[in-house]
Nanobody
């Protein structure tokens, strides 16, 4: 069973930067697409989490238009870790950030989630 453990969240002032990490185990990391999602305060649990960045197994990245340029996702397949570099943070970036892995192993498709790491942007 795949496991994802996020770290790197915390309190940062507006305009600051944070780097989130997500350590993976228990599945073929290099073959899986990796994603970062977030839940902002007041998130409706009936709705999907907001995708903030994704990276394919080949390393192709994708960002929603509103976040492009401030967020950078990367992966280290040797260390089975995915990163999210966030810069020029705004109070609206305050959220619980989740790491997600999606991919095939054998005949089955899997989607694993971490427990989340809190990012608070405030002065």
């Amino acid at each position: 069973q795949g496991q994802l453990v996020e770290s790197g969240g915390g309190l940062v002032e507006p305009g600051g930067s944070l780097r989130l990490s997500c350590a993976a185990s228990g599945f073929p990391f290099s073959a899986f697409a990796m994603n970062w999602y977030r839940e902002r305060p007041g998130h409706d649990p009936k709705k999907e989490r907001e995708l903030v960045a994704s990276i394919t197994s080949e390393g192709t990245t994708n960002y929603p238009g509103s976040l492009k340029g401030r967020y950078t996702i990367s992966r280290d397949n040797i260390k089975a870790t995915v990163f999210l570099q966030m810069s020029n943070l705004e109070p609206e970036d305050t959220a619980l950030y989740f790491c997600n892995a999606k991919g095939w192993s054998g005949q089955s498709f899997y989607s694993f989630w971490g427990q989340g790491t809190q990012v608070t942007v405030s002065s």
